[in-house]
């Protein structure tokens, strides 16, 4: 059975700085790409950061320069550091595995908000 478990969401200032944490289980994690996606209020889900099997990685424009994704395999983790964080960045926040078939967490949310 596949579980991502996301954690380190929370409410924080504009400006501020969170680091989201996804654990998988039940899957290669060393040959998943992982991803983290968000999902604003009353808009689609969105694409944030990629980070594939073999380290590359994609952001989406928005988040350049401010987020870093990473990955460690020896403790099926993906993170998602976000800096300099805007109230557009709130959304409740998605992990991603791709491994032939999609896999999804549940969310966390993000706010920020002074």
């Known amino acids: 059975q596949v579980q991502l478990v996301e954690s380190g969401g929370g409410l924080v200032q504009p400006g501020g700085s969170l680091r989201l944490s996804c654990a998988a289980s039940?899957?290669?994690?060393?040959?998943?790409?992982m991803g983290w996606y968000r999902q604003p209020p009353g808009k689609q889900r969105e694409l944030v950061a990629l980070i594939t099997a073999g380290g590359n990685i994609n952001y989406s424009d928005s988040v350049k320069g401010r987020f870093t994704i990473s990955r460690d395999n020896a403790k099926n983790t993906v993170y998602l550091q976000m800096n300099s964080l805007e109230p557009e960045d709130t959304a409740v926040y998605y992990c991603n595995a791709n491994v032939a078939w999609d896999f999804w967490g549940q969310g966390t949310q993000v706010t920020v908000s002074s």
């Open positions: 039940g899957i290669i994690f060393r040959l998943a790409t």
